[in-house]
Structure formats: C-alpha cells, structure tokens
C-alpha cells in the first residue's frame, strides 16, 4: 500500500512562509528521486523542486528559486518543501511525486492546499 501523504498546507499572508511536508510508505523512500509539484486555479501542473534519492542535488522551477527549498529526511520517509517570501502566485495544491519508469507508474499524494492572500 503506497502512499504519500502530504500535510503543512494552509493559509498564509504574502511574504509569510509555510513547510509542507511529505511522508511516504509502502516503497523503498530512499531509492526514490522526490518532487514537488504545484497546480494553481485554472492553470496546468507545474514542477515546483526535485531533490535526488540521496538529497546530493536539487532543482527549481525560475518561479520560486531563492524562495523554496526542497530537503528530504530519508529516516523518516520524507521529504519537506520550505517555502518562504510566500506571493498570492503561489497559491496552488501542492503535490508530492515519485517518479518512476514508466511515468504513469508515478507515485502522487493527494495535495495539500496553499493559499497565499492578504
């Protein structure tokens, strides 16, 4: 039974900062690149951070890079997305992926919502 579950979401007044959180089971974590993905109202999914199986290398999207870091605790099966300087754009539900060969095989958790308004 995979799952990943993803918490932290909420609401946050720009240039507040949130940590959401991601644990897993049911699968070898620790093997496993992570991503975290965001889909914002009426706009198409978008990849926000990805971090290595062992967290030697990070990626972000242009959007948020210098805003969010991506980290992972393998001992604890998860993986966080720090976001800070938080603006309205980045209102979305943000998902958790692993992603795996072939891509429809990923796994996704269930979203958890950001909502960044005055």
């Known amino acids: 039974q995979v799952q990943l579950v993803e918490s932290g979401g909420g609401l946050v007044q720009p240039g507040g900062s949130l940590r959401l959180s991601c644990v897993a089971s049911g699968f070898t974590f620790s093997m496993y690149d992570m991503r975290w993905y965001r889909q914002a109202p009426g706009k198409e999914r978008e990849l926000v951070a990805s971090i290595t199986w062992s967290g030697s290398r990070t990626n972000y999207a242009d959007s948020v890079k210098g805003r969010f870091t991506i980290f992972r605790v393998n001992t604890k099966n998860t993986v966080y997305l720090q976001m800070s300087s938080l603006k309205p754009e980045d209102t979305a539900v943000y998902y958790c992926?692993?992603?795996?060969?072939?891509?429809?095989?990923?796994?996704w958790g269930q979203g958890t919502q950001v909502t960044v308004s005055s």
């Open positions: 992926n692993a992603p795996r060969a072939p891509p429809a095989d990923d796994y």
